[in-house]
């Protein structure tokens, strides 16, 4: 079922506020406060939301969210909520099993609501992995969660925006996996799977006609001819001459220390890395707190933070609210653009 608004109402973000225990409510609070212009929908317990606006001396006006009204103008301070309640109290920075089910009751429900057309997209405060599983749910991440459920294959890519030069987009071809599993991860199907989906949704969503894509080699130096291993020459090249045969512009395999210099960079709308801690560490060192994740490949659009839930500065006012401004602002502009 698809649900209908008028065309003046202001685009619905659906806000997920992550782990109770962390910085998400608080960071909320914060966007709440802005003059955004967007129908901001918190899906969240509505006492953790009014706590972290007391605790930052932040005015909040919390309205019930009914699932159908649009509206047309949003004040600053004020925030919708759709209530979902938790199982235990919180206590900031102290993590609790008890409430993973409401993380997830979160996300189902926001994943629902964009699957309809009831909100325009989703953005994301951070989750704590390790309390969800935990609590006896096997859980690797939101991009999992949402591909799982929306049974579409995804892939992770965090942009940040760069002074003077193009935004910087990592793609990602293995995202939670122990390293040791990466290697097994990547074959001819997925890497060529991972690349169709980022090519579309660099035209589609980010109004790239033709991207520029480089892609990383696994191993050092791009396994050295196979004396460092065989995957470049067994699994990365063949997949991108195929591709380049179809038209694809891909760029590689290259190697990684040498790909992200900036004369380099200049040539590539995106790259694909191998395995998360071979690109991210790059794109967080160029723009941590302000850098946005977003899943491609997904029927909606989805946003999230570049950080964790930062339980060391739960409570405290001083989490960097950054983050989630840039993901709520690309997740508008890509909705804009109908992606």
Known sequence: MT??????ALPRIALTAGEPAGIGAE???????????????????????????????VALDLEPYDGASAIT????????????????????GRLDPRNARYVLDMLARAADGATS???????????HKGVINDAGVAFTGHTEFFAQRAHRDVVMMLATERDGANPLRIALATTHLPLGEVPHAITRDSLARILRILDADLRTRFSIDAPRIAVLG????VGEGGHLGREEIDV???????????GFDLRGPLPADTAFVPH????????????????????????????????????????????????????????????????????????????
């Open 117 to 127: 057309g009831e909100f325009d997209a989703i953005v994301t405060a951070p989750v």
């Open 264 to 339: 380099q960079l200049a040539h590539f709308d995106a790259v694909l890395a191998m395995y998360h801690d071979q690109g991210l560490p790059v794109l967080k060192y160029a723009g941590f707190g302000h850098a946005v994740n977003v899943t491609l490949g997904l029927p909606y659009v989805r946003t999230s933070v570049d950080h964790g839930t930062a339980l060391d500065l739960a409570g405290t006012g001083r989490a960097d609210p950054g983050s989630l401004f840039a993901a709520t602002r690309l997740a508008l502009d890509l909705a804009k653009r109908g992606g």
């Open 73 to 92: 103008t949003r004040a600053a301070h004020s925030l919708r909520v759709a209530s979902i309640p938790v199982a235990a109290p919180v206590v900031p």
């Open 218 to 221: 696994l191993n050092p130096h």
């Open 3 to 8: 649900v209908e608004r008028d065309a003046a």
């Open 236 to 246: 990365i090249e063949p997949t991108l001459a195929a591709l380049r045969a179809e």
């Open 27 to 57: 960071l909320i609070v914060r966007l709440a406060a802005s003059d955004l212009a967007a129908d901001l929908v918190a899906i969240a317990d509505p006492g953790l939301l009014e706590s972290a606006a007391k605790s930052l001396g």
